[in-house]
């Protein structure tokens, strides 16, 4: 299940985000979307977890965590966006 995660601090690194997540079960893949121009962070990322009841738990238990003072929000994301997201990184 892709997942997408907003509000995030613009100092949380791809390397806490695994972390976060990590405790749910296997991540497949996980960015934070990062702006071109600035090359900083543009406050939100996907993580891609492959056992949906894994993905599920860490939606449940992350959404509305409080991370570097602000309240993320976690929610299943349709792969479409998880791809051309992606897409746009390169």
Do not use: C, W, Y
Not at 4 to 19: A, S
Not at 25 to 41: F, P, R
Not at 64 to 76: H, N, Q, S, T
């Amino acid at each position: 299940m892709n997942i997408l995660v907003r509000n995030l601090h613009r100092g949380v690194t791809e390397n806490d985000l695994l972390q976060l997540f990590k405790p749910f079960g296997t991540i497949k893949s996980h960015n934070i979307v990062i702006d071109q121009s600035t090359g900083k962070s543009k406050g939100f990322g996907f993580v891609d977890m492959p056992d949906n009841s894994e993905a599920a738990a860490a939606i449940k238990a992350l959404d509305g965590k409080l991370i570097r003072g602000l309240k993320i929000r976690v929610k299943a994301s349709n792969a479409r966006s998880f791809k051309n997201t992606a897409n746009k990184r390169k």
